[in-house]
């Protein structure tokens, strides 16, 4: 799951979804990923990846609620996607980035990253941390720590919420 509400990935300025990173880290050893599942909305955002067979077990209601597809009924069509996936392994590709990498976190509330402005090693401006690696894993590990820094704010965001409600 992308790490956490508020966060953003982007890999040489494209915004990439987890499957896509996923990918990227499995192309290092020429492994390219033929299946995915998840909701509706991650099987839009998915173009960039024609050949994956992708199943649909639920539906997005909101940004944290989700409509679950019958059980019976998911397992059924996840066993024959995968089926589908593996018979048309040929036309996989495999997904790789080119070097240098420029990995790229983006937040928005209530993820903040104004405690990174003026980190050294790091471009930060309008609440995106930039940094250059060689190494995809090394970004990977980069981009991590950086989603630690932007979930700092969650605390006062919750506190704001608590107040107001005492507040009324």
Known sequence: HTFTLGIGFLIAGQAITETELVALSWG?????????SGD?????????????E?????????????????VDEAHADLREGARRAVENLASA??????TPIAATLLAVPPASLELMEGFPGVDYTDNQVTFVTDDLRDAYDGLVA???VARQSYSGVLTEVINADAET
């Open 54 to 70: 992708f199943v649909t077990v639920k539906t997005a209601t909101s940004a944290s609620t989700v409509e679950l597809r019958p």
């Open 93 to 98: 590709k495999v997904m790789k980035v080119n």
């Open 146 to 148: 950086i989603v630690g």
């Open 40 to 52: 509706d909305r991650l099987a839009a955002d998915l173009q960039t990846m024609p050949w994956i």
């Open 28 to 36: 290092r050893v020429d492994v390219p990923v033929i299946f995915g």
